[in-house]
């Protein structure tokens, strides 16, 4: 018998099968793992031939325990993970087992399955039956029954446009990719909201993938009043053990109705799945970066094409691979061209040119003018600046020291509130040096500026303002986001600033003035991706101004004014933008008119790691088909070359065909195994980090 078991190895591994019951696939299973236990999936029955040599059915180890039927993870869930496994050419039993809550896949200290997984299925089964005997009296009448909201919901009444769109969403049968495209403040949400009860009222569930956990704790409060008695669950990487264990359960028993979730809930068992919906579906944020590096949104359309099952892409500023799908007719574009609310129009764009306005403590004169007015009118600000931390280093007027990391090619950045000095890309800390480490001089001063820095002026600035600050550093802590955004929701809150933390999705009512800082660097960044992310950031954070009606500004402080991305910005255009950006690309055939992969290789040395590269190249030439062709690149040392005292290189491979560059990969990545010796190595499809 086959077990998929959680190793970095693309293959199954055979056990014997010593129990009566017919083994089922995605039963969970206990199996001896050297001198330890593992969780292991049953994947089906062994091929004798396969046996390593010398092997016999006799000399295999039994599989010690069977932890439950298998039931949940259906023919529908494995179609995707093989998928999964196929596309991303990463092992199977990783997938497999990572894509459930690690209550389902690592035993207890004691070798046992952790308790909480009886007590979740116990709580799921429970909500499951309640929900099946609600639908049996619901049966002839289904929206009209069961209690009432807990609170009463005041839906608005739709715009033309929005009624268009929901009932597009609701006719869609069998796999309809739709792209909802609407401008920021267009109420998408209202138009996924409709089109999630008409699938409830036909006893479907659905899936609503969000980009950032901070958006979850506001859309679930709104769906589960909207939508009322469904059960709504949802799963991300903050929770609880047990709570993610039974919002699993629950969604994979067909308990909930609606799970809104993450990247990771993508991969979650759902029986009557009507419908899938991605927000903010451009969101760089729906790639895992680590691991499985997959695209969260591609899966949720292979999931939606499987299950024969619409999925809604939604976004102001549409992914160019969406959009290029939009216009070639593969996708069914829905457009939202006005805001919702009565009266609120997208925000005037201005660009401060810091050559005629010098940045005195990162602010331009005429930002600072805003900032003040647009307080004393009782109205909230949003400074935007990606860029955590007080200072991106820390140097030493005397002799020129800088904070380096030692174990990075990376400055460490100076966190004043949390007084000391932290690498970005190792998580090395440590306390900030009172003097020089090099010649002692005491005069150590920031260079550059930090979200913590500017917060710091603000409150110079306006001295009686509350300034929040929102970014990965402000709301690491349980409950610190929650605070925080609700502050910003209330209007206690006079500015915010913070990182794309606070650019995405957020329906602020108050807020009347961004301000954009230090979006220089992207402008002219080598990676090719960087243009398409800096007009959606700018576009999406000028989007929570103005919401609510009422005059609203954006400023832009830079250097170069006439960069013709700011006047797609200044327009709100970004089909000018698109139109652009996707010429540019068509000629450089770079992605969506190519296909890529890298292949990155990490190791003590970086010697090691182009070597190793250098024979992946040389062995993978003579597997290109001459009609078939595929490109591999020079190896390269990434630009931050050591990160924790590993060095990095990797190589890219491109086709204009991605079946030719599948074939090629499947050819070639098995040799990659045998060749690799003590250099770590991984595959990338789609890399977005370029
Ligand atoms: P988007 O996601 O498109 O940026 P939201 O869905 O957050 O926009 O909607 C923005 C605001 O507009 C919300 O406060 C929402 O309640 C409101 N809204 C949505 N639809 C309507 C409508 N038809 N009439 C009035 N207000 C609406
Ligand atoms: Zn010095
Ligand atoms: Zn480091």
């Known amino acids: 018998m086959e077990v998929l078991v959680a190793v970095p190895l693309p293959q199954t591994f055979t056990y014997h099968w010593p129990f009566e019951q017919a083994p089922r696939f995605g039963q969970r299973v206990v199996v001896p793992w050297g001198r330890q236990k593992r969780i292991g999936l049953v994947y089906g029955p062994c091929q004798v031939s396969a046996l390593p040599e010398g092997m016999d059915s006799a000399s295999l180890k039994s599989v010690e325990q069977v932890l439950d039927d298998g039931h949940l993870l259906d023919g529908a869930w494995r179609q995707l993970i093989e998928f999964a496994a196929r596309y991303y050419h990463h092992p199977l039993g990783l997938i497999a087992l990572e894509a459930l809550p690690k209550a389902l896949r690592v035993l207890n200290a004691r070798g046992e399955e952790p308790v909480m997984v009886t007590k979740a299925q116990a709580h799921a089964e429970k ?10 009296v619901n049966a002839k009448c289904p929206e009209k029954d069961g209690p009432s909201p807990p609170t009463v919901a005041n839906p608005p009444t739709l715009t033309a446009e929005q009624q268009a769109a929901v009932q597009a969403c609701s006719v869609a049968a069998g796999f309809t990719p739709l792209l909802l495209y609407g401008v920021t403040g267009s109420g998408k949400t209202e138009v996924y909201l409709h089109a999630v009860e008409e699938r409830l009222k036909r006893g479907e569930q659905v899936l609503v993938l969000l ?40 969604a994979a028993t067909g308990a909930a109705d609606v799970l809104i979730a993450t990247r990771l809930g993508v991969l979650t068992p759902m029986p009557r799945l009507g419908m899938v919906i991605v927000d903010e579906e451009h969101d760089p944020s729906y790639k895992q970066q680590d691991g499985m590096r997959y695209q969260a949104r591609d899966l949720a359309l292979m999931l939606g094409k499987q299950r024969g099952v619409p999925v809604v ?34 925000p005037k764009v201005e660009l401060i040119n810091t050559a005629n306005f010098p940045a005195k403590e990162g602010l331009s004169w005429p930002a600072m003018q805003a900032l003040v007015s647009t307080f004393e009118a009782g109205k909230q600000s949003i400074v935007f600046l990606n860029r955590r931390g007080y200072s991106p280093q820390l140097v030493c007027g005397g002799c020129g020291w800088v904070s380096n990391c030692e174990h ?31 010649c002692g ?28 600050r929102i970014d990965a550093d402000s709301t690491r802590n349980k409950g610190q986001m929650e605070a925080l955004l609700d502050e910003a929701h209330s209007g206690r809150a006079d500015v915010l600033v913070g990182t794309q933390m606070i650019a995405k999705g957020h329906d602020f009512a108050n ?24 007009f959606a950031q700018l576009m999406q954070v000028a989007g929570r101004a103005g919401r609510r009606g009422g005059e609203a500004t954006m400023l832009v402080q830079t250097r170069y004014p006439q960069h013709p991305l700011f006047e797609a910005l200044k327009a ?60 591999i690149c020079d190896p390269v040392p990434l630009t931050v070359v050591r990160v924790g ?46």
């Open 127 to 136: 909500r499951l039956l309640a929900h099946q005997q609600a639908a049996g």
């Open 211 to 250: 980009p950032e956990i901070n958006l979850t704790p506001a859309a679930q409060a709104l769906y589960e009043t909207r939508l009322a008695p469904h059960r709504v669950v949802v799963l991300h990487s903050n929770l609880a053990e047990l709570q993610r264990t039974k919002h699993w359960f629950e």
């Open 313 to 346: 892409l939604g976004s102001a500023t549409p992914s160019l691979e969406s959009w290029q799908k939009a216009e070639e007719g593969q996708y069914k574009r829905l457009t939202l061209t006005q805001r919702a609310v009565t009266g609120a129009s997208l």
């Open 408 to 438: 990075c090619t990376a400055h460490m950045v100076w966190h004043k509130s949390e007084r000391n000095l932290r690498c970005h890309h190792c998580g090395a800390a440590q306390r900030v040096p009172v003097q020089c480490p090099c």
């Open 441 to 468: 001089n005491q005069d150590l001063t920031g260079f550059g500026r930090g979200t913590q820095r500017i917060e710091e002026t603000l409150a110079g600035l306006l001295p009686k303002a509350t300034v929040l």
């Open 511 to 534: 807020v009347n003035l961004v301000l954009a800082l230090n979006v220089d660097a992207s402008l002219f960044s080598h990676a090719y991706r960087a243009p398409e992310r800096l």
């Open 572 to 631: 709100h255009d970004y089909e000018r933008f698109a139109n652009h950006e996707m010429q540019a690309r068509r000629e450089a055939r770079m992605p969506p008119f190519s296909y890529q992969a890298t292949i990155r290789a990490d190791h003590r040395t970086l010697g090691n790691c182009l070597a190793f590269l250098k024979t992946a190249r040389e062995l993978g030439d003579p597997l290109i088909q001459p009609d078939e062709p595929v490109f």
């Open 645 to 690: 005292g590993v060095e990095r290189a990797q190589m890219l491979i491109e086709s204009e065909s991605r079946p030719a560059l599948h074939r090629f990969l499947s050819a070639w990545l098995p040799l990659l195994y045998e060749h690799a010796g003590s250099v770590r190595w991984f595959l990338e499809v789609d890399p977005v980090e370029l």
